[in-house]
């Protein structure tokens, strides 16, 4: 007879802890009855998400639900797909992104993204991958600015202690995790009010997931993070808010329910919400 093993248990003491009086410096960013298709399939269906400063928002739900999509909205990366169109406003400090006159170069630098999987660049060295942000926003820096732009965006990656002492090496050669922390400097070297990423830890060890949760955590202050993972412990464990994407039976992809993570793992008031943090599917 097959044993089902139960659903790992989300720690919900965590998301009991009070909140210290924080100051964040992150933007406000709000998705406004999005819609969106691909050719004639509708992917998402008038999706509404207020993302604050201070505050990381957790996107989760099952796969093909349109959670990377909603994200990939966020930074325009959408419109990059030839037979992609969308409805709806996505406002940055209440500035909608997509109106006419705003320079796609300027929202991604303003909105970065950090990828499922770690892409530096391989010929590239360790502090030249930090940098390369900058030549393609075309600021220009002094030598001595760019060396102390390299340890603080290093240092707040979570990467300095362990790269410092060759930075000159190649970003290619560094370990799975270090590459994707190193991906979050070089998203962090340009300045961005907003950091999205798209299950940053999906292939990565549990020491080095451990590492880019930190991080995450420490960040939050001072840039407005929104986070897709299908890691229920996770989104529990980073995210002070939650929104739970669903499609069902061929339909758009839709918010079920958003809120505080707390009540999203302790009191839904929806039952297919209970379902899925509960790992009744999905």
Known sequence: MTTIAPPPTIDLARLEEPEPERDP???QLDAVNISAWFG???VLDRVSLSMPPGTVSAL???SGCGKSTFLRILNRMHESV???KLAGEVQLNGQDIYAPGQRITETRKRIGMVF???NPFPAMSIAE???AGLK???AKVSRSAKEALIEDCLQRGGLWAEVKDRLDRPGGALSGGQQQRLCIARSLAVSPDVLLMDEPCSALDPTSTRRIEETIAMLRDQVTIVIVTHNMQQAARVSQQCAFFLAEQGTPGVIVESGPTRDIFERPRDQRTSDYVNGRFG
């Open 60 to 62: 989760i739900g099952p």
């Open 40 to 42: 004639t399939n509708k």
């Open 25 to 27: 410096t992150g933007a």
């Open 129 to 131: 991958n930090v940098v």
């Open 116 to 118: 499922q999987k770690p």
């Open 82 to 84: 030839p037979s992609a």
């Open 136 to 138: 393609l926003t075309g």
